[in-house]
């Protein structure tokens, strides 16, 4: 390409066309250019990094309400530390966990989790806890154990809420893993993000990170509705 | 950790610089969350009255929630440009869905027995609205109110990478601040969305009449 020779304008996005030189609203070449280096393995590494923080949220939570299940007195702590937790702005507790951990994996995953708790455990034992006393009675009445009733009876019943816990913290895990790039922590899609605002806001680069991003979230939430209306076909799926 | 120790030097040291930024993070923030509160609030209480509109009121949610706030501010960067501006608009795209379905979900949730009997009681719908409706609502409107603003305030911090200003600034510019100045802004900003959230739960309580306390309480993860 004889753009290199051309006197380039300034800011020059590494490019070539004329349409990255001048900054288009969307250059096409560049972003499918990009796609198999950049934008393919950071969604990739996005899902992963969701998909890991959702699993050790989930065992954690599942943990925590069982345990609050058998003992009322466990709920009111876990919620306060949990929310606190969820309090503390992502980019600052990304910043406060760099020193510690490095710019890892690690500390993406420790704050990414942390950040699950309390939907995840507000939701599991709000789905516990709805379940109507009746049923609970007559599962008793056939004999059934305590043990028998949480599994055969109230888990299943508290599914509904269950998921749609499960949603709503995928899609906040979604949309927080994108901050970590900003701490240089080089993961994920906040990567190209940041790389464009670093390189004078190259619009391609933003539009196609963040509407990644958005797709993404939105087709996770939308799978989860599919898994919840599978799942528990006598619940009309209630989003809450 | 020894960095961490530093931070707090810091802290000590430029309390005016932080104190400036504070400025000007909550004044970013509190613009957001009015700009939001005026569109959001009566648009949510009238379809809530009128209980109609609920796949609108409860579909603006799921979406809003759905929206990284990351992709939103680098989406608004290439229409509104660096500064501010974008970091208000995106701000407010990310607070007005929990502060209408709130709103939507409070009204249409009040009570349909206390609703008829006002109405027997030879109310007009005005009234309905005004004296029985709003005030049953109002606990469950506000943490509509509370979780946006603390999740404004939080977001606020990325402005800085915006050119939005705040301390999301000390955060973004390690070469000036170096990281030091970095870390005490992050715990500053943690520090500030905290007591944000405290505070807000103590208004929220303040508004909730004294026979609906002790209900189960309506905190930041249930609305968003």
Request: positive net charge; glycine residues 10%; aromatic residues 8%.
């Amino acid at each position: 390409m004889n753009a290199l020779i051309a006197a380039t304008v300034v800011p020059n996005f590494g490019g070539a066309s004329s349409c990255v030189r001048d900054n288009g609203t969307f250059c096409w070449s560049w972003f499918s250019g990009r796609w198999g280096n950049t934008f393919w393995p950071a969604l990739r590494q996005h899902l992963l990094l969701t998909t890991v923080a959702i699993a050790i949220g989930t065992a954690i939570a599942f943990g925590l309400t069982l345990l609050a299940h058998r003992d009322r007195r466990v709920g009111p702590p876990v919620t306060f530390v949990s929310g606190v937790l969820y309090t503390i702005p992502s980019l600052a507790l990304f910043q406060i966990l760099v020193p510690i951990t490095g710019l890892t994996f690690l500390t993406v995953e420790i704050a990414l989790v942390s950040y699950t708790l309390l939907i995840l455990f507000r939701n599991f034992t709000t789905g516990l806890a709805e379940v109507p006393s009746e049923v609970r009675e007559a599962a008793r009445g056939m004999g059934l154990t305590r043990r028998q009733v949480l599994w055969r009876v109230e888990l299943p019943l508290a599914l509904p809420a269950m998921i749609a816990g499960l949603r709503i913290a995928t899609v906040t895990v979604i949309s927080l893993a994108t901050v970590a790039a900003l701490v240089g922590i080089n993961q994920g899609l906040g990567v190209p993000i940041f790389d464009a605002i670093q390189g004078g806001a190259f619009k391609t680069e933003l539009f196609a990170a963040g509407i990644l991003a958005v797709a993404l979230a939105i087709g996770a939430d939308l799978l989860l509705l599919g898994v919840q209306r599978v799942l528990t076909p006598w619940a009309k799926a209630r989003s809450r | 950790m020894s960095d961490i120790g530093h931070a707090f030097t810091f802290i000590g040291d430029n309390l005016d610089l932080l104190r400036r930024d504070t400025l000007t993070h909550l004044s970013i923030a509190g613009i957001a969350t009015l700009i939001s509160l005026v569109l959001a609030v009566p648009l949510g209480v009238w379809l809530g009255h009128l209980r109609r509109g609920s796949f609108l009121a409860i579909n603006i949610s799921n979406i809003g929630r759905a929206l990284p706030s990351l992709a939103v501010l680098s989406i608004a960067l290439p229409f509104v440009g660096v500064g501010r501006s974008t970091v208000i608009i995106a701000l407010v795209v990310l607070a007005v869905p929990p502060m209408l379905t709130n709103a939507y979900v409070a009204i249409a949730g009040v009570d349909p027995d206390a609703v008829e009997a006002a109405k027997g009681m030879g109310m007009r719908p005005r009234e309905v609205l005004a004296r029985v409706e709003l005030p049953l609502a109002l606990p469950l409107i506000f943490a509509g109110i509370r979780t946006a603003t603390v999740y404004v305030i939080a977001t606020a911090t990325l402005g800085g990478f915006f050119g939005g200003g705040g301390l999301g600034d000390i955060i973004a510019d390690q070469a000036t601040y170096r990281i030091q100045g970095v870390l005490a802004a992050a715990i500053w900003v943690a520090l500030l969305a905290i007591l944000a959230e405290v505070l807000l739960a103590g208004i929220q309580r303040l508004l909730t009449p004294r026979g609906l306390r002790g209900a189960p309480e309506v905190g930041p993860a249930t609305a968003f």
